[in-house]
Nanobody, 124 residues
Framework: QEQLVESGGGLVQPGGSLRLSCVVSGSTLDYHPIGWFRQVPGKEREGVSC????????YYTNSVKGRFTISRDKGKNTVYLQMNSLKPEDTAVYYC?????????????????WGQGTQVTVSS
């Protein structure tokens, strides 16, 4: 069965950086676009970024453009989210999921597979 495992979260000061990893097992990145999503208690899940398998096209929600970068390493079956210039409002549990897409200015997912999440806390 295909599985996704996130890692790399932690506590960081505002302006700092973290690099999240999403390792996909049981399949390869050739088969699925992979996206990053985040959620805080009491709020709806937010699509953060998405990378497509076809040509590596990258998409971001407006609040992270210029600060976050999504990338992939097909040899390691891993998708990364480099997060720079972190802000307190970036604090959330971050999840990766398969089959993301970008439409109407937002990132969505068909939700076929999800990871367990990794906590990112940005605080002084």
């Amino acid at each position: 069965q295909e599985q996704l495992v996130e890692s790399g979260g932690g506590l960081v000061q505002p302006g700092g950086s973290l690099r999240l990893s999403c390792v996909v097992s049981g399949s390869t990145l050739d088969y699925h676009p992979i996206g990053w999503f985040r959620q805080v208690p009491g709020k709806e899940r937010e699509g953060v970024s998405c990378i497509h398998d076809s040509d590596g096209s990258q998409y971001y929600t407006n609040s992270v453009k210029g600060r976050f970068t999504i990338s992939r390493d097909k040899g390691k079956n891993t998708v990364y989210l480099q997060m720079n210039s972190l802000k307190p409002e970036d604090t959330a549990v971050y999840y990766c999921a398969t089959d993301c897409y970008y439409i109407a200015g937002m990132i969505h997912t068909l939700g076929s597979r999800w990871g367990q999440g990794t906590q990112v806390t940005v605080s002084s």
